[in-house]
């Protein structure tokens, strides 16, 4: 009788704990859900800053670790190599700067063309430079107001010099720089192409930096530019998720490896917010960026850290935030689903569908050439346009 009774017991117990299970299985795939479309609606344009449920999104994303970036490894002062065999630290940016093009493509600007999209390109990425110029570079310039120009260094490499002359002449979108072609020295080809916008694109009202590892939505650009509201000294793009508010509160001071640097080095007490991997900004913008730029020590750091965040700060060009310019995670969903029109939505509300920018240094994720091609093809049908 008892054990018929505790029987009883236990077989009324174990729906409970199915319950119980059941009811931590939905809660943990809710939450996973919540988690995820969040993430992807970060990045769309309708979690812009100026929004307030941006802002609280913008907020949120502060609080999630792995997307914070360490900064510190991207700030280093190094030993320059001067003219005169001399080397030094904290050298100023116009005394390592080298004038002049190898390939200076004058003419790749017309007075037709409104609007210049730079590309910073290396010139061993060839298929992704193809790639772009069969996919949304081709769109942009049937517009006949857009140019797309691709920005390499100075290499060393006889052979690689031979194929970057013929590439050059067969496409007529590269302009070379004088200053060596290295990680260490971008800086210095971001603010050379700078100069050279400013010196032959006269007639250019705005410019799109990007790089050759993401894709230029060409529709969703055209449109911003068409209805845009152009102000002088503001730069747009996506404030760098690393940089929270606890970042911009830190001494650029103590954000450099070298602490033997003198105290006169450090262009400013706080470091500034900056924008990733894209930027769009307004001719009249370069004057000032390249003024500061004969103003500040030459920094060996990512280009667009440099460009979007000390030259602004220096410049006092305003920073705006805008989602759309670097919609991210475009590689990993591919990965996920690939060739599916699942992402239609998700890429086309991008200005630029840009990859997964959580990594560690000595990796590299990149939107390949065969992934340019597929969003494309999601976007604009099966035929290169």
Avoid at 7 to 15: C, D
Avoid at 23 to 48: D, N, P, S
Avoid at 57 to 84: G, K, Q, Y
Avoid at 129 to 145: D, F, Q, S, V
Wanted: aromatic residues 10%; hydrophobic residues 40%; proline residues 5%.
């Amino acid at each position: 009788m008892i054990e018929d009774q505790g029987l009883r017991i236990r077989r009324s117990r174990m729906p409970r704990r199915v319950v119980s299970r059941l009811r931590r299985r939905i809660i943990l795939t809710i939450v996973t859900v919540g988690i995820f479309l969040t993430m992807i609606a970060l990045e769309t344009h309708f979690w812009e800053e100026s929004h307030i449920w941006g802002k609280i999104a913008w907020s949120t994303r502060c609080f999630i670790p792995f997307m914070r970036e360490p900064l510190a490894e991207l700030l280093v002062a190094p030993n320059v190599t001067m003219p005169d065999g001399s080397v030094r630290k904290c050298t100023k940016l116009a005394e390592v700067f080298v004038p002049g093009f190898r390939i200076p493509t004058k003419n790749a600007c017309d007075e037709g063309v409104r609007l210049l999209v730079t590309v910073i390109s290396h010139p061993k990425n060839l298929t992704s430079r193809n790639a772009i110029r069969a996919t949304w570079g081709n769109m942009l310039k049937e517009t006949g107001y857009a140019q797309v120009l691709f920005f390499f260094g100075r290499v060393r490499d006889r052979s690689t010099q031979k194929r970057i002359n013929a590439e050059s002449q067969v496409y007529r979108d590269i302009v070379q720089t004088n200053n060596p072609e290295d990680w260490k020295t971008l800086v210095l080809k971001e603010y050379a192409a700078l100069i050279w916008i400013k010196t032959h694109c006269r007639n250019v009202k705005a410019i799109l930096k990007t790089d050759d590892d993401v894709y230029v939505n060409p529709k969703n650009l055209i449109q911003y530019f068409e209805t845009v509201k152009l102000k002088e000294n503001v730069i747009t793009g996506v404030k760098n998720p690393g940089l929270c508010n606890d970042w911009n509160q830190r001494d650029f001071k103590n954000l450099i490896l070298d602490s033997s640097l003198p105290d006169n080095a450090y262009p400013l007490k706080h470091y500034p917010p900056h924008l990733a991997m894209n930027y769009f900004y307004t001719f009249e913008t370069l004057g000032p960026l390249i003024d500061a730029g004969k103003r500040i020590n030459f920094w060996a750091m990512n280009g667009d850290l440099f460009i979007s965040g000390l030259l602004t700060a220096l410049a006092n060009v305003t920073v705006v935030n805008d989602a759309r310019f670097a919609v991210l995670f475009g590689d990993t969903a591919l990965n996920l689903i690939p060739s599916s029109r699942t992402w239609k939505f998700f890429f086309s509300q991008a200005i630029v569908v840009a990859h997964n920018p959580i990594h560690k240094p000595h990796e590299r994720h990149h939107l390949y050439p065969e992934a340019l091609f597929q969003i494309h093809k999601i976007l604009f049908g099966s035929s290169l346009q």
